[in-house]
């Protein structure tokens, strides 16, 4: 079933070292996150490694390891994440056994680990509060942004760290408050819904002065390039109480997330790529992942040290926990001259993958003609045959 591979190609299983399904199961999503892959095969993060950090860069060398593995071994065989989970269990204690473990808990984890061995910061400047109410929303997430990048710079943030913005607006006077905060992901249940805050969650009306009641507006300022949703089944992640399997209809391709966006003109389209599956209760359960593979572009099924062809129409089931979304890129475009003149198109940004062409340069001499081929990056093509293409759609 390995198409026309000789080798296996990120198709490798993990074996389970007891309970630790919840880790394979992440792992297997990362090891499929094309720019965290590239990262650890081209072993940039050799360039990146902070040797300041609390954890002396371990944690960050073994995952590449395993990555390398996973995409360069000969043979299809499950590998042991062993070394890993040992450097794992040192940057956080409470991985430290066998026991089932929250898999978008670890995911947190692992990330923060990876990130703080390879942040660009290795002297982070001292905190002190900024005053920035008198600017106007996106200039002051702006700021808030980069005050963040000042402390919190890498490959792991540039991937999956976006920015959310909270809107607070007072019941009494109708003040509105705007809050920036950095996501590393969306739990969804909370995300983009307006909701009314009360009782002790009262917050403090910079104008009135006083507890007010008020509404909680959250919109996405800067989306990340890999957007991770967290589907919040259990009541809380440490002490699982109970579990919902609820069936979420989540689109596998073009997620448009341009409705939660503070500026609905940004590109906001993803596409899924892996999902973390927990099945079973909160006693007692299993962790897999369907991750469709960058390279082949095709999905499979990922049980600990089994991997499997599946069809991207059973990727959605109501055993989903996180999934792991894509930005797609804007569509860029090329025009190869086979003609006299040339076309220069101009494709205003973030419009999807429509035709939207304005010819620029001189416009064909009667009696001559000129063919034309315009390629999407998308691979959606077009010619033109002496012809003015004046939006194309
Ligand atoms: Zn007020």
């Not at 035709?355 to 093509?381: D, N, Q, T, V």
Request: aromatic residues 12%; contains cysteine; glycine residues 6%.
């Amino acid at each position: 079933h390995l198409q026309n591979s000789k080798s296996p190609q990120g198709l490798v299983g993990l074996r389970n070292l007891g309970n630790t399904c919840f880790m394979n199961s992440i792992l297997q999503c990362l090891s499929n996150t094309r720019d965290l892959r590239d990262y650890c095969l081209h072993s940039s993060h050799r360039r990146d490694l902070n040797s300041n950090s609390r954890t002396h860069t371990t944690l960050m060398e073994e995952f590449a390891k395993l990555i390398q593995t996973l995409w360069t071994s000969s043979s299809s065989e499950a590998v042991s994440p062993s070394e890993f989970k040992t450097q794992i269990q040192k940057y956080a204690p409470r991985f430290v056994g066998y026991n089932q473990q929250d898999a978008q808990e670890f995911l947190r984890f692992l990330l923060d680990g990876l990130h703080n061995e390879v942040n660009r910061i290795t002297v982070r400047p001292r905190a002190h509060a900024e005053d920035w109410d008198h600017l106007a929303d996106d200039e002051k997430g702006k700021k808030m942004w980069n005050k963040y990048l000042e402390r919190e710079d890498s490959r792991v943030v540039d991937l999956f760290v976006g920015q959310l913005k909270s809107t607070l607006t007072c019941s009494e006077c109708g003040y509105c408050s705007t809050v920036f905060d950095p996501f590393w992901d969306l739990s969804l249940p909370i995300a983009k819904k307006s909701r009314g805050c009360d009782g002790d969650e009262k917050p403090t009306c910079h104008r009135c002065k006083a507890r007010r009641k008020c509404t909680k507006k959250f919109t996405i300022q800067k989306f990340p390039r890999i957007l991770v949703l967290h589907l919040k089944r259990f009541s809380e992640a440490r002490v699982r109480t109970s579990k919902l399997s609820t069936f979420v209809n989540f689109p596998l391709k073009d997620l448009d997330l341009r409705e939660f966006a503070s500026d609905n003109s940004v590109n906001a389209v993803y596409n899924l790529y892996a999902v973390s599956n927990h099945s079973g209760t909160t006693l007692g359960g299993h962790y897999t992942a369907y991750c469709r593979n960058p390279t082949l572009g095709e999905w499979y099924s990922f049980n600990d040290s089994r991997v499997t062809p599946m069809s991207s129409s059973q990727v959605r089931s109501s055993d989903a926990y996180v999934l792991f979304y894509e930005l797609s890129p804007p569509p860029r475009f090329y025009s190869f001259f086979v003609g006299l003149f040339e076309i220069t198109p101009y494709f205003p940004p973030n419009r999807g993958c429509g035709w939207s062409a304005e010819p620029r340069g001189c416009p064909p001499r009667a009696g001559s003609w000129s063919l034309f081929f315009l390629i999407s990056s998308c691979g959606c093509y077009r010619t033109a045959v002496n012809e003015r293409i004046p939006n194309l759609k």
